[in-house]
């Protein structure tokens, strides 16, 4: 989504969006958004066309078809409380949150351009005494100077055996079991819908997409991506400013 479908601003264009979709299921296509956003967001940001489309939300952790959730990875207090803690111990951390099932808890100290911030890519984001949240809790999610992030990842990556640290932006992070990626999440959607991966056409622009692009039968990558993405790329396609992925996708219909 962000860096790969959406405009810098978010945007999308909804009216060439909905003939495309129509043009798609026509086809036998699947329109399928997936990120590490939640799927509350997404599900705002597709209201008009989610009965239309599947879901792949929170980098893997829960994946939604016609509908219904077909798979749900939670996190146990136990887990997240560790990461937390790592993060709060962290000088250069700048802001963090629980994504849930129902909303997005940032702690009850939440700089007001935190919160701003993260409602841009979270639904009903909230301050919360983090040690209390009665939510599902899928995910969490930490902001870092860009010229930080990495080396906080790696370290993070270091200490923790069950979950993994991803770089979702050039200042976002997320923190997920290290069992789920983009790719489990779409290996479950293609199970349920009898698709192979060679089937399936990718798109994604940034280190959390590595395994989609990995999986996918053709990867398709957009401009502005980091090199690592182009790597694994079978096309590159324009800038993302440009809705390379709407022109591409009419290409295919």
Do not use: W
């Not at 849930?100 to 701003?116: F, Q, V, W």
């Not at 994604?204 to 182009?230: C, H, M, Q, S, T």
Request: charged content about 25%.
């Amino acid at each position: 989504m962000d860096g790969t479908f959406l405009r810098p601003d978010g945007t999308y264009d909804k009216e060439r969006f909905a003939v495309l979709l129509e043009k798609l299921t026509e086809a036998g296509y699947l329109f399928v958004a997936a990120s590490g956003r939640s799927l509350l967001t997404l599900k705002e940001l597709f209201q008009e066309f989610e009965n239309k489309m599947a879901f792949i939300a929170e980098n893997g952790c829960i994946v939604e078809d016609e509908g219904q959730i077909i798979f749900e990875a939670e996190m146990v207090p136990e887990d997240y409380q560790l990461i937390l803690a790592e993060l709060q111990a962290d000088p250069h951390c700048q802001g963090y949150l629980l994504s849930g099932e129902k909303g997005a808890y940032a702690p009850l100290d939440a700089s007001d351009d935190y919160i701003k911030r993260a409602q841009h890519f979270y639904a009903n984001v909230q301050r919360a005494d983090l040690t209390a949240v009665m939510d599902k809790i899928l995910k969490v999610t930490a902001r870092f100077d860009a010229d930080k992030i990495h080396d906080f990842t790696q370290g993070l990556n270091g200490k923790l055996a069950d979950f993994q640290a991803v770089v979702t932006g050039f200042d976002g992070m997320d923190i997920i079991p290290k069992a789920y990626d983009k790719s489990t999440g779409l290996e479950v959607l293609c199970e349920k819908q009898g698709i192979s991966s060679q089937d399936v056409y990718a798109f994604g622009d940034n280190y959390n997409d590595l395994e989609l692009l990995d999986f996918a039968g053709i990867a398709v990558v957009p401009d502005n991506a980091v090199e690592v993405a182009k790597t694994l790329a079978d096309e590159v396609i324009g800038d993302h400013a440009s809705d390379a992925v709407l022109t591409y996708l009419e290409g295919l219909v």
